[in-house]
């Protein structure tokens, strides 16, 4: 399709497990962002990616959330040793360029940690 | 990035404008103004953003008044598809996009 795409729309996990989250942005797009949601807030902005490098990882709550994009293209966001409180939509947006505000976003993934 | 203040709900009649403000007293010269929405269960969607002048696409009209301070994000036809939360963000060219709470707005028959 022509949209972001985020794979698995819904991740139910144990705590302590270990969970990847999948985004492909649109094709062309140097710019990705990962986002999360809790119920009832709005997204918080986790990290920035202007190709492969992190531009801005400012968001991620602590280390045990990591994301990669090694060619500058799909990302994985990954969170290790999850915890109740990781439960949330991750939402990941792509856009041509960082100059642009301009955001296309994908339907997220939902989180379920057990 | 400077903060917003959104009301935190609204009701508009299907058919009629929706009408949502926003204040963003302490707006920099360099921070333009976005306004978003998230329909429930979807990624939030672009609407328009401007950084002076008033700005009209085919989603929404964007009236931001003279000093900056505030802005009005117009829906001049509402539809039962036009609920959603709408978020209004002051962003600097080239920063992230900080998302308050929003406000949601029913749009009612």
């Known amino acids: 399709g022509a949209g972001v795409s985020q794979t698995p729309s819904n991740k139910v996990t144990e705590k302590g497990k270990y969970v990847e989250l999948r985004c492909d942005p649109i094709?062309?797009?140097?710019?990705l962002y990962w986002y999360r949601q809790s119920l009832g807030q709005g997204p918080e902005f986790l990290i920035y990616f202007q190709g492969t490098g992190a531009a801005d990882d400012s968001g991620l709550p602590n280390d045990r959330f990591f994301a990669v994009r090694p060619e500058g293209s799909v990302s994985t966001l990954k969170i290790q040793r999850t915890e109740r409180g990781d439960s949330a939509v991750y939402l990941c947006a792509s856009s041509p360029g960082r100059t642009t505000g301009e955001l296309f976003f994908g339907e997220g993934s939902r989180l379920t940690v057990l | 990035d400077a903060k917003t203040t959104q009301p935190t709900s609204m009701d508009c009649a299907e058919g009629r404008a929706a009408n949502l403000p926003c204040n963003h007293s302490t707006i920099s010269g360099n921070e333009y103004v976005y306004w978003y929405r998230q329909i429930h269960s979807q990624g939030p969607q672009y609407i328009i953003h401007?950084?002076?002048n008033n700005e009209t696409n085919e989603m929404a009209s964007l009236i931001i008044t003279e000093d900056r301070k505030s802005s009005t994000l117009i829906l001049p036809h509402a539809t039962l598809r036009d609920t959603a939360v709408y978020y209004c963000?002051?962003?600097?060219?080239?920063?992230?996009?900080?998302f308050g709470q929003g406000t949601e707005l029913s749009v009612k028959p």
């Open positions: 401007g950084l002076k």
């Open positions: 094709s062309g797009h140097t710019a």
């Open positions: 963000i002051v962003r600097v060219q080239g920063g992230k996009l900080i």
